[in-house]
């Protein structure tokens, strides 16, 4: 909330998608969708692996497909082929466009360590704006 200022320069969210992530991840991308008034059209939905990179099939199996959208967003270097997670999210019967989401939504220690609070807010911004750009571009029109 300290920083909501900054998401005013984000490109809002036109269109629906479900975001899979990392059950440490996923309440704070929440509250992002939240602040940027798209919660009603993006879904957050964390697995049980805490960090996102470490996603694998059997954590997309364990989600609830009634829980989707038509579009779902995955973590960019979860550990799953991309026909793997088509499969796992087709596996009710529903089509569904799957899609990598970018690398990192946040920079890792290493980076971290190295730059300022505002070089951090600048990485964390342009991240979330090419979320913002898949989910416009490739999720169901609101």
């Known amino acids: 909330d300290k920083n909501k200022e900054y998401l005013e320069i984000l490109t809002p969210i036109k269109a629906e998608a479900t975001i899979i992530t990392g059950k440490i991840s996923a309440r704070y991308i929440e509250k992002i969708i939240d602040n940027l008034g798209a919660s009603e059209h993006v879904n957050v939905i964390g697995t049980e692996q805490e960090i996102a990179c470490l996603i694998t099939e059997e954590d997309l199996r364990n989600i609830d497909l009634r829980e989707v959208k038509d579009t779902v967003i995955i973590p960019g270097r979860c ?28 920079v890792d220690g290493e980076m971290s360590g190295t730059m300022t609070k505002n070089d951090v807010l600048k990485h964390e911004l342009y991240a979330f704006e090419d979320l913002i750009e898949l989910i416009n571009y490739m999720g169901v029109k609101i």
Not at 88 to 102: A, C, E, N, Q, Y
């Open 79 to 106: 550990f799953v082929h991309d026909m793997v997670a088509e499969d796992v999210f087709r596996s009710d019967g529903k089509f569904r466009l799957i899609h990598r989401g970018p690398d990192l939504l946040t």
